[in-house]
């Protein structure tokens, strides 16, 4: 299968690297990883050992491929859909952080638009070199649910390439557990500056518990069934699975970037607001990583 990986930063180059041991990828990022690969290919430490060569650009227009698979921060998902939309594709798959993603993308692709979550753990320790802190499962169908013929031709080749693997029929479930787990673990071990499995006990695990039920709650004012204990034990396993892992927020606080919080938190209270809920707690871990952007990012909400 040829395919596009939209994004490659940590967890994108693994993904990336992964497929490519048995399909055709390009990596759209930026240099200087990008000039490593395509002058030395991309190295895949950790837990895995190998060494691959895909194609790897900077400019993302025009390409054309069975398969976009979109991995960017979700900030920049609408910059992404219309960059892809240049080009030609068969599907597309969001593995991002938060939630909206894959409607922002269908706003601008002629394609059908798939959901999707990585639990893998994936850290770029320099150009070129993207580490494997933890294996994991990717769970990709339909966004609205339901079954469709491109998700299971997706998960073909992911499990082809010996990626861990399930086609889902209950996606929307799936998407605002991943939400519990991100909301849970991602700001609070940004705040504490603490790796995963500092959420197993102590203070830190009642916080990140207590915003996933928080979110659970929300998800069943939405619709979705998805009990309080289910997304406080799905916390719990993905920080038990990853408890070396710095997550994704953590570490683009450690860099001064700009977070994910806009579509995990602050997406919790927004959907509660709508709802006359109150999630004081993602609220407060939402306030104060709006803080710390505010001190150090330059222009964080643009």
């Known amino acids: 299968m040829d395919i596009v990986v939209f994004g ?32 030395s290919g991309l190295r895949v430490g950790g837990r895995f050992d190998f060494a691959v060569r895909p194609d790897a ?34 599907a597309a798959l969001s593995l991002q952080n938060g939630m909206g993603n894959e409607e922002v993308l269908a706003d601008s692709l002629d394609c059908p638009v798939l959901a999707g979550t990585a639990t893998y753990g994936a850290v770029l320790r320099e150009p070129g070199e993207v580490e494997c802190t933890g294996r994991g499962e990717v769970v990709l169908g339909p966004r609205g649910g339901g079954t469709a013929d491109v998700a299971d031709a997706a998960g073909r080749a992911f499990g082809t390439a010996g990626i861990e693997t399930t086609v ?35 203070p830190a ?15 069943r004012d ?49 959907r509660a607001r709508e709802a006359d809920r109150t999630v004081p707690v993602n609220r407060t871990l939402t306030n104060l990583l709006r803080a710390w952007e505010n001190g150090t990012v330059e222009h964080p909400q643009e």
């Open 222 to 270: 939405q619709g979705v069934e998805l009990g309080d204990d289910e997304a406080v034990n799905a916390v719990e396993r993905v920080a038990e699975a990853t408890a070396a892992n710095t997550s994704s927020m953590y570490q683009d606080v450690l860099a001064d970037r700009r977070t994910e919080v806009e579509a995990i938190n602050e997406y919790v209270v927004a």
């Open 8 to 39: 490659a930063g940590s967890l994108g180059s693994l993904v990336g690297g992964l497929l490519a041991r048995e399909h055709a990828v390009t990596l759209v990022g930026r240099d200087p990883h990008v000039a490593a690969v395509r002058e």
């Open 168 to 202: 889902a029929d209950d996606m929307p479930r799936r998407l605002w557990e991943k939400l519990a787990v991100n909301a849970g673990i991602n700001a609070t071990t940004a705040l504490a500056r603490v790796e995963n499995g500092a959420l197993l006990d102590g």
């Open 57 to 90: 650009t900077t400019d993302g227009t025009g390409l054309a491929a069975d398969l976009a698979v979109v991995t960017v921060k979700a900030f920049d998902t609408e910059a992404a859909g219309e960059t892809l939309a240049t080009g030609a594709f068969d």
């Open 205 to 219: 695990r009642d916080v990140a518990a207590d915003a996933a039920r928080e979110t659970a709650r929300v998800a």
